[in-house]
């Protein structure tokens, strides 16, 4: 039997900016709290809808008394631990419990397991980036574009630490959070941008939108640009998860007239104003070199995303607009499950990039047959790594994942004579780094 071939570590040295993350979301969590913010699906599953509802609010809350009243009642804590077991198969653990490892055993993945547990209560006494600045060296990640409304900059090393900022909160000033089917999702999502637009309006002196239209607008972009101003450096749209993603074409009369609906109390469907919107702060950025990522694919386990909502070629009449020819936009998450329609469309335009964020430690056999399609498709400058995760233990554990995924596809390209030495080891370089870099402007030296 002739043995397996080794594989060899082309891209382990080689270091990587994380394109996409939330690292200054970072808050102490144990394994296991990690773990049940992730496995409420089979709860929800299997009580009346209004039961899962009160379980969230009140998990949120802290509130003790209630969790323990619903669990009693139905039963709750079982199938919260039985959503855990059935969770226990995934990939998605397996990474977690591998990252716990590699942070808080030094990098090295040694120690027992109450050592460790020590370690990472020490770490997260020592304040909220102190785990996640041992996470990028040992990940060997040494810029981090992290998407968060606001970065303390007494605690986040800027040098390290680069802001995304979403516009979605200018979307929805009116928007009542009122959900339209199953799941907490939407509401999640929704209250976060209504308390983003909130701090937004207080810094201009507002406690809610104004009246008019044009007045709301010089708002958007006064935010926008400062929040630029101080050291954002690309722009990201979210709404997949309370919306689809088809920003059509929509006039400045059509849009004014929603928002004088919305403003009066009438309840009109806002979609010509968020188009609206959209648009006109895609133009902004196209016209000022500013990157802007697009959630596609999939959300979280748990229903409120419709996920057909989220379907790529649902962009194609934002992207075929000739005034955004120039405008960078990042598809997320390699758009799972439409990965193939997302290679589609940066094959098809030319500023369209594919970012792999979340499939590292999601789904990281699906990631191999995925980068093997794209690399073969795909110019050598369409490809970013990133990780998607505020926690430092996944930030460990996608590094090392995607570089291992790395290894295997340019190996066996090598091996196929797809790619030459030397294109292998560009190809680590350009993934990793370098297209990232280019795309957002960031100094090479860096790395």
């Given amino acids: 039997m002739a043995a397996a071939s080794v594989v060899p570590d082309i891209a382990g040295g080689i270091p990587a900016i994380d394109h996409h993350s939330h690292a200054s979301m970072s808050k102490a969590r144990t394994v296991e709290q990690i773990e049940r913010s992730f496995a409420t699906a089979h709860l929800e599953a299997n009580v009346p809808h209004a039961v899962y509802l009160a379980y969230i609010a009140a998990r949120n809350a802290g509130d003790d008394a209630t969790l323990a009243r619903l669990d009693a009642e139905h039963g709750t804590e079982a199938l919260m631990q039985a959503g855990l077991a059935f969770r226990s198969t995934t990939f998605f653990t397996r990474a977690l419990k591998e990252g716990f490892s590699r942070l808080y055993g030094s990098g090295g993945g040694h120690g027992d397991p109450a050592t460790l547990a020590a370690t990472a209560r020490d770490w997260a006494a020592k ?5 996640y600045d041992r996470a990028i060296t040992i990940a060997n990640t040494p810029i981090v574009l992290t998407d968060i409304p606001f970065i303390d900059r007494t605690t986040w090393d800027a040098t390290h630490y680069r802001q995304i900022a979403r516009i979605d909160p200018y979307l929805y000033p009116f928007h009542s959070g009122e959900p339209p089917g199953r799941g907490t999702e939407f509401q999640r999502f929704h209250g976060g941008f209504a308390n983003i637009l909130a701090a937004e309006l207080k810094r201009y002196g507002l406690d809610r939108p104004p009246a008019d239209f044009d007045a709301y607008l010089q708002f958007v972009d006064a ?76 959300g979280h386990p748990e229903p409120g995303m419709r996920v057909a909502n989220s379907a790529p070629f649902l962009l194609e009449k934002l992207l075929d607009t000739p005034s955004l020819n120039r405008l960078r936009v990042c598809l997320l998450h390699g758009g799972y499950p439409f990965s193939s329609h997302v290679a589609a469309l940066a094959q098809t335009y030319g500023n369209v990039f594919v970012d792999f964020s979340w499939m590292p430690y999601l789904h990281h056999y699906y990631l191999r047959t995925k980068l093997a399609e794209w690399l073969e498709i795909l110019p050598a400058n369409k490809l970013l790594f990133g990780t998607d995760t505020s926690a430092p233990e996944f930030h460990v554990a996608a590094a090392r994942y995607a570089r291992e ?43």
């Fill in 127 to 131: 304040g909220p980036s102190f785990a």
């Fill in 405 to 447: 995924a790395l290894n295997h596809v340019l190996h066996d390209g090598h091996a196929r004579g797809v790619w030459d030495a030397k294109q292998v080891e560009w190809l680590a370089r350009r993934i990793l780094f370098e297209n990232t870099a280019e795309v957002y402007g960031i100094e090479a030296a860096a790395g």
């Fill in 223 to 298: 935010s926008v640009q400062r929040r630029l101003g101080e050291g954002a450096i690309g722009l990201k749209i979210v709404s997949a998860y309370v919306r689809s993603i088809d920003f059509d074409p929509a006039t400045y009369a059509d849009a004014s007239a929603v928002y004088a609906a919305l403003a009066s109390g009438r309840p009109v469907p806002g979609t010509p104003m968020e188009n609206f919107i959209v648009r006109r702060l895609a133009q902004h950025a196209a016209d000022n070199g500013i990157p802007m990522q697009v959630h596609v694919g999939m």
